[in-house]
């Protein structure tokens, strides 16, 4: 009976088929599991037939139906092992594997795949502009060092020829992925030592032999990272019928180093742009963890309640639903888990008052004490200052630093703040209401001084959390080894809160990771979403220095976004229910399309304009319901944390983004006022980066100044 494995090629094209195609998929595969080697070769229904002029003599192509092939890669020394790499139609399924070339790279020891015939045709054109060159991409790199670094001789000729990064951009999807990424951290200036340490050694197996080894059985277990090996029926039924469930837990190689780290000394920290893995990286660092100990508990733990559902049910896929490993694992928002440390210590707690209530009880306090500060100064200096500082009296705020806040003041001033601040919560009080803030820095004292009840804390979206979230997830794990894990990217922050972890007693530093690869999104997807923040600084995680998006990237390919604007709402709706049929028709399932706004009032508008056009539709907050059927409308905000094959941004005019009600005046607080405008960027970054495959962008009117002037 053969072995089969499955590429991550196939899974990008498998994901797409129509449902019929699937279901042939899964039929052929489990025939061809059931045969022996010898009998593949002899069945007629499955046709296993050799490639014609095919760059790899082990490419051989099996009958789905009558217009559908899949492409396969053979063993060709008498073993087993049979690796699935496309699904395609007939006349495209040779071509495609004519042209390809699978190879073990010589430092990484990974099977990998390049267009062989491509890369012939193209190098000498490139050779010859080269001569011209004031300047080549790699001239500071010798042979040798490239070779150490897995480049063979056929991409060691090419990039040879280049002269530029768009040069090497050019070849991006003719190159072998791990020699493709050596090649562009090279470009960006890392060192070959940085190369080595982040691309290589990371994806070279510790048993890894000597010399490199071509039989394909061995190949295929040195790349487990991106080949899945199927080991009998019921398992090769599971993972065809759930292929996207079967990879939203996928390590990558950069993923693994940081997720399965033996043990680090303190706090870690890992950053990357949307798609880079980190909330996979955090899922496997909890599994990592459990299965150190038998005893310890995790808290694992996000900004929202439907970021932490989604967490809940990947831990669970993940862990196949291990019953005795998920009862080790408390899965809850920062905000939940301190009203039950709260709830714990006392039957009679005042209940969280909502942000609109709070914004009319701080007018109120405004008014009656005639304060020369508006409503939101007042709201955003308790937040920033008070509330992030931990501070309990009014002399102590008058010596505070306010870091972050853009307007001076003097101690007059401070104890007039201080009256209002005094007056809201005697407000709150009355009513019996606090706020989700003050119940983490009262979880935080009653944590202080008492055995901390979890041994590991994992943190994802860390940017979204405020300074009093967390001193709870400080208090909540002892400090020491493998305390705290934390994910986050500052270019995704879209709440207000700003935090310096080592402030707090989280230090990082030595145990940063950065993740830059992205495993979502196509790289025209990424680099149109990266020049929305391409004007402005941001903060990085540990609220020290910035952050940058240097040398993120995808490996994967498509179609530019589009950026369409329109002459009224009407039409641009119009124009929405239109590009849906065509994303339809061109085989996508309903719930892979997303559709997003800044406003309930524009989902509403596109809510009834595609239910009219027969088009079935779901409104979600935040977590994507699973197994119904309709196109999802979610607000900009409940975007974070989904994917789509397809999404697209309604309403990108001028006075929605950045919507006025949301940004501080620059005369009342100019540092306030450039957070605010940066945070409305960052939520237009979100929901563009949910897209997978396709981006569309749309406004009515003038669009807003956050869009790029082309393209």
């Not at 498509?558 to 929405?576: C, F, I, N, V």
């Not at 409308?633 to 949301?662: D, Q």
Request: charged share 25%; proline share 5%; net charge neutral.
């Amino acid at each position: 009976m053969p072995r089969l494995a499955f590429a991550q090629s196939f899974w990008d094209g498998y994901d797409k088929l129509a449902k019929p195609l699937r279901a042939g998929v899964r039929k052929a595969m489990a025939k061809f599991q059931a045969l022996s080697v010898a009998e593949l070769n002899s069945d007629k229904g499955l046709h296993l037939e050799s490639v014609e002029n095919a760059r790899d003599r082990r490419m051989r192509t099996i009958r789905i139906t009558d217009f559908w092939r899949g492409v396969v890669l053979a063993p060709d020394d008498g073993s087993d092992m049979f690796l699935l790499v496309n699904v395609l139609p007939h006349d495209d399924a040779y071509t495609w594997a004519a042209k390809r070339l699978y190879s073990a790279n010589t430092a990484t020891r990974a099977l990998e795949v390049r267009n062989a015939v491509a890369l012939d045709e193209l190098t000498p054109l490139y050779e010859t502009a080269s001569h011209t060159a004031p300047r080549l991409l790699f001239a500071d790199v010798s042979d040798g060092t490239l070779r150490e670094l897995g480049i063979d001789d056929q991409v060691l000729r090419a990039a040879r020829s280049l002269a530029d990064k768009a040069q090497l951009e050019a070849f991006s999807t003719l190159l072998p992925e791990d020699q493709l990424e050596v090649l562009q951290y090279l470009a960006e200036g890392f060192s070959p030592e940085e190369v080595y340490r982040d691309v290589v050694a990371v994806r070279r197996p510790a048993d890894a032999p000597a010399e490199p080894v071509e039989d394909l059985a061995t190949v295929i277990v040195n790349t487990s990272a991106r080949v899945r090996l199927v080991t009998g029926p019921q398992e090769l039924a599971e993972v065809l019928r759930k292929p996207f469930a079967a990879w939203r837990v996928f390590l990558h190689p950069s993923q693994r180093r940081v997720a399965y780290r033996t043990s680090c000394n303190g706090p870690v920290q890992v950053t990357g742009g949307p798609g880079t893995g980190k909330t996979v990286a955090a899922l496997h660092r909890v599994k990592h963890l459990l299965d150190r100990s038998e005893d310890g508990r995790v808290l694992l733990t996000t900004y929202t309640n439907a970021l932490a559902a989604g967490l809940r049910d990947m831990l669970g896929l993940l862990l196949d639903e291990d019953e005795k490993l998920l009862a080790r694992v408390d899965v809850t928002t920062v905000d939940a888990y301190a009203n039950g440390v709260l709830r714990a210590h006392s039957t009679a707690m005042p209940r969280p008052a909502g942000d609109r209530e709070q914004r009319q009880l701080w007018e109120m306090a405004v008014k009656q004490l005639q304060l020369p500060f508006t409503a939101q100064f007042l709201a955003q200096e308790y937040r920033h200052i008070l509330l992030g500082q931990d501070i309990r009296d009014v002399d102590t705020y008058l010596g505070a630093k306010r870091r972050g806040r853009g307007t001076g003041l003097g101690p007059a001033r401070r104890r007039e703040v201080w009256r209002g601040v005094e007056l809201f919560e005697r407000f709150l009080h009355d009513r019996g209401e606090t706020t989700h803030l003050r119940i983490c820095a009262r979880a935080a004292e009653l944590l202080t001084g008492q055995e901390a009840p979890y041994a590991h804390v994992v943190v994802d979206e860390a940017q979204d959390l405020h300074p009093a979230q967390w001193r709870v997830l400080r208090a909540a794990a002892t400090a020491g080894p493998d305390d705290l894990f934390v994910t986050g990217d500052p270019h995704q922050r879209i709440y207000d809160s700003r935090v310096s972890l080592g402030s707090l007693g989280i230090s990082t530093a030595g145990r940063s990771f950065r993740l830059r690869i992205n495993y979502r999104s196509t790289e025209e997807i990424l680099a149109w979403s990266a020049r929305l923040l391409a004007p402005v600084t941001v903060e990085a995680l540990e609220g020290e220095g910035s952050d940058s998006l240097s040398g993120y990237r995808s490996l994967l390919h498509g179609s530019r976004p589009k950026a369409q604007g329109y002459t009224t709402r009407k039409e641009e709706t119009d124009a929405l229910v239109d590009r849906v049929r065509a994303l339809l028709a061109e085989g996508l399932e309903p719930h892979e399309i997303g559709v997003c706004a800044r406003f309930n009032l524009t989902l509403d508008t596109a809510e009834d304009k595609l239910r009219a056009a027969g088009i079935p539709v779901l409104r979600v907050k935040g977590q994507s319901p699973q197994g119904a059927d309709g196109v999802r409308l979610a607000t900009m905000h409940a975007m974070k944390g989904l994917e789509f094959r397809a999404v697209s941004v309604l309403g990108v005019g001028e006075g929605t983004l950045p919507f006025a009600r949301e940004i501080t005046p620059r005369a009342v607080d100019p540092l306030q006022h450039d957070a605010d405008v940066l945070r409305e960027r960052c939520l237009l970054f979100v929901s563009c980066t949910r897209a997978r495959e396709a981006l569309s962008v749309t406004w009515s009117g003038t669009p807003s100044s956050f869009l790029p002037q082309t393209g």
